[in-house]
């Protein structure tokens, strides 16, 4: 099965309400277009907190997650207002709720959705080894994630110069369980250790200053019920 993700920012002035109704609207436009096998949804509906351990940016993004059974690349997304990027991922759900709840409904909690390039000067397959096999389990073990979807960038599908070697959505049950980092990192005394050892592992195989992270809610707008294999 074929994963697409497709990027698409805020238009200036366009407030928060306006980007998740015109993403929504792009999402069932899409499976009506493309009649995908699933279709997933993850926007910044609202703006995150003004303080947080977590740098959550402002900026306003969508990940729309297409899931075919085809290699056919379809131009319906190229005139979407916003539209940054296009890639084939690889996906991988390390660990996966079970989802019980209808289609157009938020999926319960929030997301921490990650965008990063790997580290210069560092071999490809040191990459993908630190990320799958050092950071996955250790943020599994910190992190009180109930959802974990990891995309490996494969190839661009569009002209944008933009480029991202993974693309990370985290979600935790609760938002506070995300915001607060008491419940995210650990309480006391592990919390310091804890974020410590998160930064020092992703700053050994991510280019750091160049992370985004982004406080998203998720939708399946069309869902599959094994759009793809655990690793």
Request: net charge neutral; with cysteine; aromatic share 12%.
């Amino acid at each position: 099965m074929r994963k697409e993700i497709y990027l698409v920012r805020g238009k200036e002035g366009e407030d928060y309400r306006a980007f998740t109704d015109r993403i929504m609207q792009t999402g069932r436009d899409a499976v009506k277009a493309l009649r995908p096998l699933a279709l997933k949804i993850t926007v910044t509906e609202a703006a995150p907190p003004p303080f947080s351990v977590i740098p959550f940016r402002k900026d306003k993004i969508a990940v729309i997650s297409v899931y075919r059974d085809n290699s056919v690349t379809e131009d319906f997304f190229h005139d979407v207002e916003g539209i940054s990027g296009a890639f084939k991922v690889e996906e991988a759900l390390p660990v996966s709720y079970r989802k019980e709840w209808p289609d157009g409904n938020p999926t319960p909690g929030v997301c921490l959705l990650t965008l990063f390039k790997r580290k210069p000067g560092i071999d490809y397959d040191l990459f993908i080894h630190r990320w799958h096999n050092g950071h996955t389990p250790l943020s599994l073990k910190i992190h009180p994630l109930w959802n974990y979807n990891r995309n490996v960038v494969l190839q661009k599908m569009c002209d944008s110069d933009i480029w991202y070697d993974g693309i990370v959505e985290e979600q935790t049950r609760t938002r506070e369980t995300l915001t607060n980092p008491f419940k995210f990192f650990g309480s006391f005394p592990v919390i310091i250790g804890n974020m410590i050892a998160v930064y020092r592992d992703v700053s050994s195989f991510i280019h750091y200053k160049s992370i985004e992270t982004y406080l998203t809610i998720e939708y399946h707008i069309l869902s599959n019920e094994t759009p793809s294999q655990n690793p």
